[in-house]
């Protein structure tokens, strides 16, 4: 399906000296490519004018009274743009430009196309891979396949498919985690094209351990609300073995107890509590 029309939607929070070579890049790089262009920038409460972007074609300002978070400020710029295809950056110069026109091309054969950012120039502290590596396996289970980049914020897709799973996302950085795993877990067809990623411009915003511990609960959450047997049938699994082991052993040693008892109660109770809210899981989606 060839895209005619694409919303560019640029997150800001305090990136005055980045906004603008940012929307610059962006004029010369999609010149002449043959697809139309809006950019609706979301100043999401700067305090350092960020806002105030000269006038340019095509150019939607909208702008939040207070700092509400990354997410509420894509979520502001999703429901603000005209097109039916959506494209989120940033505004730090972390994300390459030119390979936009590729992210479009890749779009057309699929429902989100995402730049993973697992090329040879990428700029990611030892400490976050570190801290994220489970957090990703989590979110491979929960899919059944492996995800190349969870969180990457250059992304397209569809208006139509954010507008329906917009109760989900959160106003913070877990958006763009939350948006990869409803549409993977829901069965939508979600590609990659491997990108670089630069060394922002600016101080960062991100805070690796509070930001870990925050995406590990959001990974938790989706398993839940998409799979929960994912979570529940494992832990049964578990207790299954602790019980038939607590059994042998208490057959060995001929004195049968509790423990063995309030095992196999918590083995039922995970297995039945797993099946129920598969239940309700799938009578809410039916």
């Known amino acids: 399906m060839k895209i005619s029309a694409v919303s560019i939607v640029v997150p800001c929070y305090n990136e005055r000296s980045g906004i603008g070579p940012l929307l610059d890049s962006l004029d010369d790089k999609l010149k002449g490519f043959g697809v139309e262009f809006e950019y609706v920038v979301v100043d999401d409460g700067s305090t350092d004018g960020s ?5 340019r074609d095509r150019l939607v300002v909208v702008t939040h ?4 978070g990354y997410g509420a400020a894509l979520k502001t710029g999703i429901r603000a743009a005209s097109h039916d295809w959506i494209l989120i950056i940033d505004a730090d110069g972390t994300y390459p430009v030119d390979r936009i026109p590729d992210l479009i091309k890749e ?7 995402v730049g993973a950012r697992i090329g040879q120039n990428v700029s990611h502290s030892i400490v976050r891979r570190v801290a994220k590596w489970p957090i990703h396996r989590l979110a491979d289970h929960l899919v059944n396949r492996h995800i190349p980049d969870l969180n990457s914020g250059l992304r397209m897709f569809k208006k139509e498919l954010a507008m329906r799973y917009m109760r989900l996302f959160p106003d913070g950085f877990s958006f763009t985690s939350t948006i990869t795993l409803a549409l993977m877990a829901d069965g939508w067809r ?12 600016g101080k960062s915003k991100v805070r690796p351990f509070k930001d870990a511990i925050n995406y590990f609960t959001l990974v938790m959450r989706m398993i ?15 207790l299954f073995l602790a019980t038939v082991g607590s059994f042998g052993y208490d057959v060995w040693l001929l004195d049968l107890n509790e423990r063995t008892l309030i095992l196999l109660v918590g083995f039922l109770q995970m297995t039945l509590l797993g099946f129920l809210a598969d239940l309700v899981n799938r009578r809410g989606t039916g």
Do not use: Q
């Not at 779009?107 to 196309?113: I, L, Y």
């Not at 979600?190 to 922002?200: L, P």
């Open 51 to 55: 806002g105030e972007i000269p006038a």
């Open 224 to 238: 839940l609300f998409f799979n929960p047997l994912k979570i529940f049938l494992p832990l049964s699994f578990v």
């Open 190 to 201: 979600v590609r990659y094209i491997t990108i670089d990623y630069y060394k922002r411009e």
């Open 107 to 113: 779009a057309e054969g699929c429902d989100m196309a």
């Open 65 to 68: 009274e207070f700092n509400r």
